[in-house]
């Protein structure tokens, strides 16, 4: 019979994307496999299901309440949660069940610990959350697989964790390699973001929603950048991609030294390509954002997403910063302050060539390209033990 695999968590592409990256790892193999995600209600989650043809199953679990009148709505939710898996599960057994991260893992891998089905978690966090915590804690998953090192220190001695690396989507692998090899591949790609071939790029993300903090940091260097000849590739968010590219057409007239040359897009979705383009990337600290960083072997100045009580993005930023792969700023908050501490470093990283490339190395050296693979091999032992 055809192997059926639960996939369980979402909310957000840093839980999606690594696990479906190993669903597609688990479609490559020789065998057929079904999948099916239990997921957040949230439209992210319909919609980057949708385009991989996963079947989808919103539950209505809710986050760990905060106040304490919140409580019973959110053991009403988890029960009625588990409930529905439990039911799923006793009329097909899955082969193994796992938690790609975030408060809608728990149902399916609690049901899955209770019906004695092999459970998983999917930890690319230096940091495990909340979730990831309590559910190894039981004692009974059968494996945690962990993107760095430095995870294993916060599970149980004896947790089964496995050093696996974050994975990654081999088509951004496979587009990465393609615009890294060819030259006139890199030329292209450039030119249709409206950007010019000969210049050194910089891109700054703040991830899919943009990073207000960062946009107007960047947004007041814009004229240093320009004077050193750079060019920029800003992913502003919906939100800012006015204001950005506003301000950006102020100061292309004013640059006299070197035109300002930008893009600035809300999102994109060929971010590959925006990666392979760059000499140098401006970002958030998100596990799987990081993962792409050193997929695509890039130099990075990061500043960790402030607003988190466990800071867990610092925590991820410095492992890539202890590695010397990226520098890492404290977000203030504030565009004054955050362009004041990011002015000598990029200063220093626009002219120093030499330690871009180190850099790059060092992010490079980070990188575990069977990631995916591994850890699709692991279920599918699992399926046929």
Same mark, same amino acid.
């Given at each position: 019979?055809?192997?059926?695999?639960?996939?369980?968590?979402?909310?957000?592409?840093?839980?999606?994307?690594?696990?479906?990256?190993?669903?597609?790892?688990?479609?490559?193999?020789?065998?057929?496999?079904?999948?099916t995600?239990?997921?957040t209600?949230?439209?992210?989650?319909? @919609? $980057?299901?949708? %385009?991989?043809?996963?079947? *989808?199953? &919103?539950?209505? !679990?809710?986050?760990? =309440?905060? /106040?304490?009148?919140?409580?019973?709505?959110?053991?009403?939710?988890?029960?009625?949660?588990?409930?529905?898996?439990?039911?799923?599960?006793?009329q097909?057994?899955?082969?193994?069940?796992?938690?790609?991260?975030?408060?809608?893992?728990?149902?399916?891998v609690?049901a899955?610990?209770?019906?004695?089905?092999?459970?998983?978690?999917?930890?690319?966090?230096?940091?495990?959350?909340?979730?990831?915590?309590?559910?190894?804690?039981?004692?009974?998953?059968?494996?945690?697989?962990?993107?760095? @090192? $430095?995870?294993? %220190?916060?599970?149980?001695? *004896?947790? &089964?964790?496995? !050093?696996?690396g974050? =994975?990654? /989507?081999?088509?951004?692998?496979?587009?990465?390699?393609?615009?890294?090899?060819?030259?006139?591949?890199?030329?292209?790609?450039?030119?249709?973001?409206?950007?010019?071939?000969?210049?050194?790029?910089?891109l700054?993300?703040?991830?899919?929603?943009?990073?207000?903090?960062?946009?107007?940091?960047?947004?007041?260097?814009?004229?240093?950048?320009?004077?050193?000849?750079?060019?920029?590739?800003?992913?502003?968010?919906?939100a800012?991609?006015?204001?950005?590219?506003?301000?950006?057409g102020?100061?292309?007239?004013?640059?006299?030294?070197?035109?300002?040359?930008?893009?600035?897009?809300?999102?994109?979705?060929?971010?590959?390509?925006?990666?392979?383009?760059?000499?140098?990337?401006i970002?958030?600290?998100?596990?799987?954002?990081?993962?792409?960083l050193?997929?695509?072997?890039?130099?990075?100045?990061?500043f960790?997403?402030?607003?988190?009580?466990?800071?867990h993005?610092?925590?991820?930023?410095?492992?890539?910063?202890?590695?010397?792969?990226?520098?890492?700023?404290?977000?203030?908050?504030?565009?004054?302050?955050?362009?004041?501490?990011?002015?000598?470093?990029?200063?220093?990283?626009?002219v120093?060539?030499?330690?871009?490339?180190?850099?790059?190395?060092a992010?490079?050296?980070?990188?575990?390209?069977?990631?995916?693979?591994?850890?699709?091999?692991?279920?599918?032992?699992?399926?046929?033990?």
């Amino acid at each position: 019979t055809t192997p059926w695999y639960i996939f369980a968590g979402g909310g957000t592409g840093g839980h999606l994307f690594p696990a479906l990256a190993v669903v597609e790892a688990l479609r490559a193999e020789s065998a057929p496999a079904d999948v099916t995600f239990f997921c957040t209600q949230r439209p992210i989650d319909r @919609e $980057v299901l949708g %385009r991989a043809g996963i079947e *989808a199953i &919103p539950q209505t !679990v809710r986050p760990v =309440p905060r /106040r304490p009148w919140d409580i019973p709505g959110f053991l009403w939710h988890w029960r009625a949660s588990v409930g529905a898996c439990l039911r799923r599960f006793r009329q097909r057994r899955p082969a193994a069940v796992v938690g790609a991260g975030g408060y809608a893992s728990g149902p399916a891998v609690h049901a899955a610990m209770k019906l004695n089905i092999p459970a998983y978690l999917l930890n690319p966090d230096a940091v495990p959350g909340k979730a990831n915590r309590h559910l190894a804690a039981k004692g009974k998953v059968a494996g945690i697989f962990v993107q760095w @090192e $430095v995870s294993r %220190r916060y599970f149980p001695p *004896a947790a &089964p964790v496995v !050093v696996t690396g974050c =994975p990654v /989507r081999a088509e951004f692998r496979l587009r990465i390699a393609d615009c890294g090899w060819r030259s006139a591949a890199r030329a292209e790609v450039l030119m249709s973001f409206g950007l010019e071939p000969g210049r050194k790029t910089l891109l700054v993300t703040g991830a899919s929603q943009g990073a207000r903090t960062i946009n107007e940091a960047v947004v007041a260097l814009a004229d240093r950048i320009a004077a050193a000849g750079w060019q920029i590739l800003h992913l502003s968010g919906s939100a800012d991609q006015e204001a950005v590219s506003t301000a950006y057409g102020r100061l292309a007239g004013l640059t006299a030294a070197r035109p300002l040359c930008y893009r600035v897009l809300s999102f994109t979705d060929r971010m590959p390509e925006a990666l392979a383009v760059a000499d140098l990337v401006i970002s958030r600290a998100g596990a799987s954002s990081l993962a792409e960083l050193q997929a695509a072997g890039k130099p990075s100045i990061l500043f960790p997403y402030p607003f988190h009580q466990d800071r867990h993005q610092w925590h991820n930023a410095g492992v890539l910063a202890s590695a010397g792969a990226a520098v890492v700023i404290d977000d203030h908050k504030d565009a004054v302050a955050n362009a004041g501490d990011l002015a000598p470093v990029l200063a220093d990283m626009l002219v120093n060539d030499a330690r871009r490339e180190a850099m790059g190395r060092a992010a490079a050296g980070l990188d575990r390209p069977r990631s995916a693979a591994d850890i699709a091999e692991v279920l599918h032992r699992a399926a046929t033990a």
